[in-house]
Structure formats: C-alpha cells, structure tokens
C-alpha cells in the first residue's frame, strides 16, 4: 500500500503567463507557494476477490473490469501511461476541488508518486511535474498552464520561469522572520463558488488577442514581487498593494475570471482594511486571499464573516510518500 500526500498551492503574480501558448512567445514566470492544506492518494493491488479488476473512490466510486471504461479521465489516462492494472484508488483532501487551489494538479502529481512506489521506481521532482503536464495537458486535453503541476511536486516559495525550452524553479530566498510574517499577513476565504479550471481558460482563449499586452503587464510585475519579498529594506506591505494591482488587471484579461459577486466580497475586503487581494485559480470562484495588515484583520473577519476562514502555513516539502508497503504483484494473464 502506498499513501502520497501532495499541498496545494497558491499562486501571487504571474498567472496566466504560465500557458505553453503565451510563454513560448513571450516567456513567463510565476511566483507561488504551497501551504500546509493537502491531498492524500491511497493505491494497492485489488485483491482479486471481486468480479472488477478497478476500483476507485474520489467524488464518485467507480468499479470497472476494463481500464477504458474509467470514466475519470486523469485515472483512465495514467494507468494506461505507467501500464497500471488491478488497482484500488482512494482521494481525499483537505479543501474542496474546483476551488482554485491547483487541486487537479496536486492529484496528478500525488497519483502518478504512488503508482511509481507501487511500481518500486523513484520519479524525482522533474519527472512528476513533466509528467503530470503531460498527462493533464495533452493525455487529457485540459486547458491551462503548467504552474500547478510544478508547485505541487517541488513545494515551496518559488519563482518558477518559463519559454520555449521548458521550465526553472527558483526557490525565493527570504528571511525566515519575513516569510513569517508575509503569512501572518495573508487571509483565506472560501466563497462557496467552484467552477472547473480548465472551463475557465477555454473562455479565456476566445480573448487572447486582448489580453496579450494585460499579461506582459502582470508579467513584469513578478521581478517588483520578488524584490519586494527579498528585499529587507523594502516595505511588505507593498506586496499586498500589489496584489490588489495584479488582481485588477487579471480582472481585464476575460469576463470570466470575476463575477459580481466576487466583486462585491473583494470591495468589501477592502473597505474593512485589506490592502490587495485576489481570487486563486483561473477564476470564477473559490478561495479568496487578502494581505491584512494586523490590526485591521478582526475588521476584514467580520466583513467575511458568511464566508469560511482558512488558517495556513506556508510548506516546503511537495509531493512526497508518507506511507510505503511494498507489494508482491504478478500480472494476470
């Protein structure tokens, strides 16, 4: 039996400019970071006790004798990838998906980890994340950009550029006592609103012509952020101002990304005291993050108060396996 546990990730500047068909252009570069909120991936044989061969628990179960009859199309299209058989599946996580936390992502990441441990492989930091792009990116065809799959296998703060050649990670280097008090600074909301990612970048492809220039904008803005972050001398309090800037210019980008009442919690956020903020994800909906200064958090807790409150801490670790049981498996003939 092998348990994976994966963080999800939020993502500060840059988004958008992480789509192959932007940054093969144009380049791009993310700032995100994982935090202390996870998936957990349970994979062992099946016993071979049952009249189906599969068996998979996520928001549905699914039991199938056939791997092409898997209705989930992560699932379907990765044990054929890896040559996985007789499999029983179990996700569970600690936030909801389709909330824009990357949570599709921390999956095919979280997945493909086990299904290499069931196998006795290692798949390093790159193999997962390249492979995790290119299992929901062109196995799937799911539209979106290649941040997720990245933050989710290596963890951290990091600043993570892409072209035309790929991808790097840069751990962003920041004091402990800064960083700690980034998070301290930084709110969470669930808005109860979910919508599906890749629903939301298809709606976004249709304007790419007018958004283009928006994204070079929002671009540039990850080299001031970094400064901001490494910077000692710099006020912090400047990132979240900064955030409110990159929020509104994402808000440009399509129709898609807000809606009025996304609006209309941002405002109110604002108006108790949060100097930036910005809807996670490709928008639509989800989680809310706000950059309070402390005295006039009560303030914005109150103003959010129909809305749940997310405590966190920033991680370090990425995709790793918390649990490895080796198994004896012959395939069936």
Known sequence: MIITQTPFRMSFFGGGTDMESFFCENGGAVLSTTFDKYCYVNVRHLPRFFDYSTELSYSKIERVTNIENIQHPAIRNAMKMLDMHEIRLTYEADLPARSGLGTSSSFAVGMLNAFYALKGKYADKKKLADEAIYLERKLCNEAGGWQDQIAASFGGFNRINFNADGYKVFPVIISPERKKQLNKNLMLFFTGFTRFSSDIQKMNVFNKENTVMKLKKMLDLVDAAEKILTDKNTD?????????????????????????????????????????????????????LFYVQSEYQDSVRQAMRDLMYIPFEFEDAGTRVIHYTPETYTLQK
């Open 236 to 288: 912090l309090d400047d990132f979240g101002r900064m955030l409110n800037y990159t929020w509104n210019l994402k808000r440009q980008t399509s129709s898609a990304v807000s809606t009025d009442n996304i609006d209309k919690l941002y405002t109110k956020g604002i108006t108790a005291g949060a100097l930036g903020g910005k809807l996670l994800g490709a928008g639509g909906g989800g989680f809310l």
